[in-house]
């Protein structure tokens, strides 16, 4: 198949689009709307909450550091046959889970083997997403990641519904047809050969490049301290509203409110990100402040109004920064070595996201509230945003009309950098 100069920005991408948001819904619409299960898990094994919680934590773990496998088989064998393969490893470990007689078997049958399938499945997805478009790339990546909050709000009711009538075991079967369709989403992910693809290298060369990549290695610590705050209000929102004296009830809704914005946020970012000139990277940096500070403002918060005001520009903010977190990386690297940044972004950041929930508890048992928890969370946001600035172009643009990455110099296999990006190396 021949070669093409730069990406289509459309045609069949838009397929790509289609099967981004299924795909993500089936992964993290899943891991998102899992609790469900988690009283029942606790009920039926007898064990404490804490160990029940094992399951989801180490499904994400491995999803996150198995991001880099996914890129470097993409790179070899196309993401088609990994993403077919990753979604039929997702559904067989719900399918093995739902004969679990122990929370071990849980711990390697949703934990490990699916985790696995779903590390094969996101970050292939959303780097063969990026290679078909160039002008229109933050619009297609906020409109496939929409399927996240679409179906967290489908998915949970759903799951509920399955587990009172056909209880836990049944209700993982049927999970796990639900996750075949992964396969079909897999499918759908036709290759695109650009020109520039045989100027990188393979896997190994490009992993090379990117280590020695100053201005990636600077974005992807910004990235680690923009994911330990991220998720805290997920984790801990609630139980802040109920120390307040708000009822369950009302308090699980603030959050719904959120996701509700969320999903705004993600869209009209995207638009905004291919509509706004310059580099991505300034409007994440926007996001980002933004993020960071309503999430320093919630312990102020006192009255319903207000608290109903910040989840609602949490939410927007939060999901107004995702999609363009994403398209930062082709700018930067380009292109032709997407899959192998993405997979490496995703692995370091996953640190972030690891340790900043746990954080956010330790410093609540420490102060008996969780004013310190969600200042330090939008304090982590701020340093992302700080590091942010650093990123080549990001105050004067660079002097061209066509997109970042489709002007990057291409690098020799054996040379993991061009001379003129060799001083923007981290010190």
């Given at each position: 198949m021949a070669a093409r100069a730069e990406p289509p920005d459309g045609g069949w991408g838009w397929m790509v689009v289609l099967s981004?948001?299924?795909?993500?819904?089936?992964?993290?619409?899943?891991?998102?709307?899992?609790?469900?299960?988690?009283?029942?898990?606790?009920?039926?094994f007898e064990e404490q909450a804490a160990r029940v919680s094992w399951i989801a934590s180490i499904?994400?773990?491995?999803?996150q550091f198995g991001s880099p496998i996914g890129s470097a088989l993409s790179?070899?064998?196309?993401?088609?046959?990994?993403?077919?393969?990753?979604?039929?490893?997702?559904?067989?470990?719900?399918?093995?889970?739902?004969?679990?007689?122990?929370?071990?078997?849980?711990?390697?049958?949703?934990?490990?083997?699916?985790g696995a399938g779903w590390a094969l499945t996101f970050t292939p997805t959303l780097a063969c997403l990026s290679r078909y478009f160039s002008h229109r790339?933050?619009?297609?990546?906020?409109?496939?990641?929409?399927?996240?909050?679409l179906s967290s709000f489908a998915f949970a009711p759903l799951f509920q519904w399955l587990l009172s009538h056909y209880a836990w075991r049944g209700a993982l079967l049927l999970v796990s047809a639900l996750s075949f369709h992964l396969v079909a989403c897999g499918a759908l992910l036709r290759p695109l050969f650009l020109a520039e693809d045989t100027a990188v290298g393979g896997p190994g060369a490009q992993l090379n490049s990117l280590l020695h990549h100053?201005?990636?290695?600077?974005?992807?610590?910004?990235?680690?301290?923009i994911n330990t705050g991220f998720f805290i209000p997920y984790v801990h929102l609630v139980a802040h509203l109920q120390d307040l004296g708000w009822d369950p009830l009302p308090a699980a809704f603030l959050l719904s409110v959120a996701a509700i914005s969320d999903l705004v946020g993600r869209v009209v970012s995207g638009w905004l990100g291919d509509a706004v000139p310059g580099p991505v990277a300034r409007l994440l940096m926007l996001w980002t402040t933004l993020t960071g500070i309503s999430l320093a403002l919630f312990p102020v918060a006192q009255a319903p109004t207000a608290l109903v005001v910040?989840?609602?520009?949490?939410?927007?903010?939060?999901?107004?920064?995702?999609?363009?977190?994403?398209?930062?990386?082709?700018?930067?690297?380009?292109?032709g070595r997407m899959y192998s940044g993405l997979g490496l972004v995703q692995m370091v950041e996953s640190i972030g996201g690891l340790l900043g929930a746990p954080l956010s508890?330790?410093?609540?048992?420490?102060?008996g509230n969780y004013t310190a928890s969600f200042?330090?969370?939008?304090?982590?946001?701020?340093?992302?945003?700080?590091?942010?600035?650093?990123?080549?172009?990001?105050?004067?643009s660079a002097p061209t009309s066509k997109p970042q990455d489709s002007v990057i110099e291409k690098l020799d296999t054996k040379d993991p950098l061009p001379k003129e990006e060799e001083g923007l190396g981290v010190d």
């Open positions: 981004a948001f299924f795909q993500s819904a089936l992964v993290f619409g899943v891991l998102r709307s899992f609790g469900v299960f988690f009283v029942e898990f606790v009920a039926a499904g994400i773990a491995v999803q790179t070899k064998f196309g993401p088609r046959r990994v993403v077919m393969s990753g979604g039929v490893l997702a559904a067989l470990g719900m399918l093995l889970a739902s004969f679990a007689t122990s929370l071990t078997h849980l711990y390697l049958s949703i934990g490990l083997l699916s790339r933050s619009l297609a990546m906020g409109l496939a990641l929409t399927g996240v909050g100053g201005p990636f290695l600077r974005y992807t610590v910004a990235l680690t301290l910040l989840a609602v520009a949490y939410g927007f903010t939060s999901g107004a920064l995702t999609p363009v977190a994403f398209s930062v990386v082709p700018e930067l690297v380009g292109t508890g330790y410093l609540r048992d420490v102060t200042v330090v969370a939008g304090v982590f946001l701020l340093a992302g945003s700080g590091v942010l600035v650093t990123l080549p172009h990001f105050c004067f």
